[in-house]
């Protein structure tokens, strides 16, 4: 069975940091291109880093850049997150979601496996 589980989550104050993890089972992350996605309430969900759509370049939406950093660690088969200088816009459930190694992991489409989310809220 094909399953994606984030963890990480939970209640920081700006400024804080925390690292959310995406452990995989039933295939294997280094076989697929891996993004970091995000949906707020009432908003649309949004790609927030990408791994594995060119080699292991990492790739994020301007609003993250420099303060996020995704990564992954093959023998754990898990991804991670690692969320600086976190703002109150950064308030979202976070969810993992996998795609055909190459693919673009920025954006929803295509993205085929998909773990159910880690609510992050960072209070002003």
């Known amino acids: 069975e094909v399953q994606f589980v984030e963890s990480g989550g939970g209640l920081v104050q700006a400024g804080g940091s925390l690292r959310l993890s995406c452990s995989a089972s039933?295939?294997?992350?280094?076989?697929?291109?891996i993004g970091w996605f995000r949906q707020a309430p009432g908003k649309e969900r949004e790609g927030v880093a990408c791994?594995?759509?060119?080699?292991?370049?990492?790739y994020y939406r301007d609003s993250v850049k420099g303060r996020f950093t995704i990564s992954s660690d093959n023998a754990k088969n898990t991804v991670f997150l690692q969320m600086n200088s976190l703002k109150p816009e950064d308030t979202a459930v976070y969810y993992c979601?996998?795609?055909?190694?190459?693919?673009?992991?920025?954006?929803?489409?295509?993205?085929?496996?998909w773990g159910k989310g880690t609510p992050v809220t960072v209070s002003a």
């Open positions: 979601a996998a795609a055909p190694k190459g693919s673009w992991c920025l954006i929803t489409y295509g993205m085929n496996y």
């Open positions: 791994i594995g759509h060119n080699g292991d370049r990492p």
């Open positions: 039933g295939f294997t992350l280094d076989d697929y291109a």
